[in-house]
């Protein structure tokens, strides 16, 4: 059984730079099969944008798809580093109400744990973890 975010997470996540526009990281997010993409800057964690924030912040925003991503993402993005404990990870999902955390070391993005992760490692016949199993739909 896994103890730490590293035996759980996604290792080398998808990651953007925060100059980018948001199409590209829509387009990382199709390619990589997944709703979030680290932003860096200068390769140093800045923040995380989901597919939310981009329908959220540009689109319902009537901005564009060449809108930098730091415009869009949530740049106050709790992280843990590899060695954090499982329980740890879910508590601090429930308390800031996040379903992914940024794995991180030396400020740099390692990896990412979400909440479907932890579903299949602590519930895997739940049906959140059987949606997070899944293939995802392309």
Same mark, same amino acid.
């Given at each position: *059984?896994?103890?730490?975010?590293? +035996?759980? *997470?996604?290792?080398?996540?998808?990651?953007?730079?925060? +100059?980018?526009? &948001? /199409?590209?990281?829509?387009? @990382?997010?199709r390619e990589h099969d997944t709703g979030a993409i680290i932003v860096n800057d200068n390769g140093r964690m800045q923040g995380i944008v989901t597919d939310r924030d981009i329908a959220v912040r540009v689109?319902?925003?009537? #901005? $564009?798809?060449?809108?930098?991503?730091?415009?869009?993402? %949530?740049?106050?993005?709790?992280?843990?580093?590899?060695?954090? $404990?499982?329980?740890?990870? &879910?508590? *601090? *999902?429930? /308390?800031?109400? &996040? #379903?992914?955390?940024?794995?991180? =070391?030396?400020?740099?993005? &390692?990896?990412?744990?979400? @909440? $479907? +992760? @932890?579903?299949? =490692?602590?519930?895997?016949? %739940?049906? @959140?973890? +059987?949606? /997070?199993?899944?293939? $995802?739909?392309?």
């Open positions: *059984m896994a103890k730490t975010v590293a +035996d759980v *997470m996604t290792a080398h996540p998808a990651t953007i730079e925060g +100059d980018q526009p &948001v /199409s590209a990281a829509a387009a @990382l997010m689109v319902a925003a009537e #901005r $564009g798809p060449d809108t930098p991503v730091r415009e869009a993402c %949530s740049p106050a993005v709790e992280a843990v580093d590899p060695d954090t $404990g499982i329980e740890q990870a &879910v508590r *601090m *999902m429930r /308390s800031h109400a &996040v #379903r992914r955390l940024p794995v991180v =070391e030396d400020g740099r993005p &390692v990896g990412i744990v979400s @909440l $479907g +992760d @932890l579903a299949v =490692e602590r519930d895997p016949d %739940s049906a @959140l973890a +059987d949606i /997070s199993a899944a293939e $995802g739909n392309r």
